[in-house]
């Protein structure tokens, strides 16, 4: 089933195959076979086999239309390649999960490589979201300071109009000779 000496997967390319499904993050059956050297076939037949297991929250299967998406967004590359059957879609909770019911080394090993990537991937998002924050505080106080300056110079056409509109008034005080 699994030879020892298997590289790990690098963490990008578990990243690649996690996805964002009814708001929450999951991978793709077909996908979790891929990494953990499974066929699709018997993991899911591993996973019937202790549905208990597997509440909704940790497992669900596709619809119709969400497997048009995904393959539309070429994340499967046709109905074709998922066999004819609506593929388990799992969350990080059941990714965990699956390690304990499919009982082999490579899935105690990759599941602690997933595990790691969907830390880096709520990370990412989080900093992301960070940024967004901040950016948009930047906003903010360039948009008050763009009313600020507009103010400024509204106040300064009143006063040059002032000035332009006032006659000319004679001068008092000390004058000076000009011979």
């Given at each position: 089933?699994?030879?020892?000496?298997?590289?790990?997967?690098?963490?990008?390319?578990?990243?690649?195959?996690?996805?964002?499904?009814?708001?929450?993050?999951?991978?793709?059956?077909?996908?979790?076979a891929?990494?953990?050297?499974?066929?699709?076939?018997?993991?899911?037949?591993?996973?019937?086999?202790?549905?208990?297991?597997?509440?909704?929250?940790?497992?669900?299967?596709?619809?119709?239309?969400e497997?048009?998406?995904?393959?539309s967004?070429?994340?499967?590359?046709?109905?074709?390649?998922?066999?004819?059957?609506k593929?388990?879609?799992?969350?990080?909770?059941?990714?965990?999960?699956?390690?304990?019911?499919?009982?082999?080394?490579?899935?105690?090993?990759?599941?602690?490589?997933?595990?790691?990537?969907?830390?880096?991937?709520?990370?990412?998002?989080l900093?992301?979201?960070?940024?967004?924050?901040?950016?948009?505080?930047?906003?903010?106080?360039?948009?008050?300071?763009?009313?600020?300056?507009?103010?400024?110079?509204?106040?300064?056409?009143?006063?040059?109009?002032?000035?332009?509109?006032?006659?000319?008034?004679?001068?008092?005080?000390?004058?000076?000779?000009?011979h």
């Open positions: 089933m699994v030879e020892d000496n298997k590289q790990l997967i690098p963490s990008e390319q578990i990243m690649n195959k996690i996805f964002l499904l009814r708001d929450e993050k999951v991978m793709l059956d077909v996908h979790l891929e990494i953990y050297d499974f066929e699709t076939r018997a993991l899911k037949q591993a996973v019937r086999r202790n549905m208990e297991l597997f509440p909704d929250d940790f497992m669900f299967v596709l619809n119709d239309v497997i048009d998406i995904m393959v967004q070429n994340v499967t590359p046709s109905k074709q390649h998922l066999g004819g059957s593929p388990f879609v799992f969350t990080e909770t059941g990714v965990a999960m699956l390690s304990s019911v499919l009982k082999s080394k490579r899935a105690r090993e990759m599941n602690v490589a997933i595990m790691c990537a969907f830390v880096a991937l709520r990370k990412m998002l900093n992301h979201t960070e940024m967004k924050i901040e950016i948009e505080s930047i906003k903010k106080k360039l948009e008050n300071q763009d009313k600020n300056i507009e103010l400024v110079f509204t106040y300064l056409d009143k006063l040059m109009e002032k000035h332009e509109n006032r006659t000319q008034r004679k001068r008092i005080g000390f004058k000076k000779d000009n």
